[in-house]
């Protein structure tokens, strides 16, 4: 089970063009189990907690 957040804004330049910048956090923990011939060898928390970011460049038509 995790949790995700995104936080990000749009900055007019003009009539038409726009820049966009924002920022994403997404908590993923699981647990990873290794079998061996149907036995259960192993369990292991995993945790993958990624900072994801962007910039962008838009136009309106």
């Not at 369990?43 to 993958?48: F, R």
Request: charged share 25%.
């Amino acid at each position: 089970m995790g949790f995700a957040w995104e936080v990000g804004a749009d900055f007019a330049l003009d009539d038409n063009w726009l820049f966009n910048v924002s920022v994403w956090n997404i908590d993923i923990d699981t647990e990873a189990r290794l079998y061996v011939n149907n036995a259960r060898v192993d369990k292991i928390d995993v945790e993958i907690d990624p900072w994801v970011y962007m910039v962008g460049l838009g136009y309106r038509f």
